[in-house]
């Protein structure tokens, strides 16, 4: 695909979208909630509510500046807004953050292509520039954004500060993610949908060297940005429901930039998305999720070769999709757009309910946002790693009164 058409095709859909959305939140934040004229805005408070803004909307901090002008004792401030304001706010936000970083992407992407020849290795470049740049700063956004307009600490976020527990979630998450991707393999070579083909070893195991960090960095953006800020806050406004589907949607939208998306796989990450939420409900903390997320595309792609979100990448293995039955492996697109994978991800669905109904360590009341006390951490586990500790621990809570 021509570097020009890509662009076109990731960033027109998403820049329609977001100006949209944006307006319509600015406008909403503007329109009922104001400033108590008692208090007084704090500067920090008052620039990245307005920084947040400008980037949801382009007319966004001039419509600040002169409601600021007009009426300096009703500026809309962070303490005052509503949880699903400020979660649609920072949602179009950082769209709006992504889709500019489209940009210096696609003309590095061309850059590479245009020295190499080769698409596949400027798309692990660009993934890997991505991975460990534009994530640490989105992540560093949203910590940011959540200690300045929501006024919580960064830990409240789902990610408790405990080593322990970091590594022994993570590797729980990360063989979860392997067993989903082996599963999803596993059924389409069984029904011929794809065969083994000859890989370039060498180059299949600097690329799983080369995009670990990147990979991982990414998961954990998303996770943070999406389980860890909007559906938190969408819980704080409407419930768990809503919360699941909310961020589960942006989910998906947020994978509608990747090139030769359909409905099909929209629907399959909109799925991966409810699971890793009840993933997040169930544990409080963002650790497993992450795992699972960088499990699932670590597997799918730098180990078994398949299209990741339709991105084709260097691999150990190489499982090609066959000309008859290659529908059942998602296309180009890869097993994201598979009906298989559909059934794997309703599968682990189901069992994420039945773990989220025997109990659930959210802890953040949904009525007295206020008041509510900081989310309570998982207890750690006996020892650094101790996988097995985290899970007993998981599957022995008590279902909640």
């Not at 005052?80 to 709006?96: I, L, Q, Y």
């Not at 946002?369 to 022995?396: H, K």
Request: overall charge neutral.
């Amino acid at each position: 695909m021509d570097p020009s058409e890509m662009l076109d095709e990731m960033a027109s859909p998403v820049l329609v979208a977001a100006a949209g959305l944006g307006g319509i939140i600015f406008i909403a934040s503007v329109a009922g909630i104001y400033f108590d004229a008692r208090r007084r805005v704090a500067k920090g408070e008052a620039l990245v509510w307005a920084l947040g803004n400008l980037m949801a909307q382009p007319l966004g901090l001039p419509l600040y500046l002169w409601r600021a002008y007009r009426h300096p004792d009703r500026i809309p401030t962070p303490g005052t807004v509503m949880p699903w304001v400020r979660a649609a706010t920072f949602a179009t936000a950082s769209t709006w953050a992504m889709t500019l970083a489209l940009i210096p992407m696609a003309a590095i992407l061309f850059a590479v292509a245009q020295v190499d020849g080769a698409w596949g290795s400027s798309l692990c470049v660009l993934m890997g520039i991505q991975g460990v740049t534009f994530a640490p700063l989105m992540i560093a956004w949203t910590y940011l954004f959540r200690a300045v307009v929501d006024r919580r600490p960064a830990t409240s976020l789902g990610t408790p500060l405990s080593a322990g527990l970091a590594f022994g979630a993570n590797l729980l998450g990360l063989l979860a993610g392997v067993a989903l991707v082996a599963a999803a393999a596993g059924a389409m070579w069984a029904l011929g949908a794809v065969e083994p083909r000859s890989a370039d070893l060498q180059a299949g195991l600097l690329s799983v060297l080369a995009l670990c960090v990147p990979l991982y960095l990414s998961a954990f953006f998303e996770e943070i940005v999406l389980r860890g800020y909007v559906q938190r806050n969408l819980y704080l406004a409407w419930g768990h429901t809503p919360a699941v589907a909310g961020s589960a949607l942006c989910f998906g939208l947020m994978h509608a930039m990747n090139p030769g998306i359909g409905w099909t796989a929209v629907a399959n990450i909109v799925l991966v998305g409810v699971l890793l939420s009840l993933t997040v409900i169930r544990t409080n903390n963002l650790w497993v999720a992450t795992g699972l997320h960088f499990g699932w595309n670590l597997t799918m792609g730098p180990v078994l070769g398949l299209p990741v979100s339709g991105v084709s990448l260097d691999s150990v293995f190489r499982l090609q999709p066959t000309g008859s039955a290659g529908w059942l492996a998602g296309g180009e697109f890869g097993p994201e757009a598979s009906p298989l994978v559909a059934a794997v991800l309703l599968v682990g669905i189901a069992i994420a309910c039945v773990a989220v109904s025997r109990g659930s360590r959210w802890h953040e009341p949904p009525d007295v946002e206020a008041e509510r006390p900081i989310a309570a951490p998982s207890p750690e586990p006996t020892g650094v790693g101790d996988v097995a500790g985290y899970a007993n621990r998981l599957t022995s809570l008590p279902p909640e009164e």
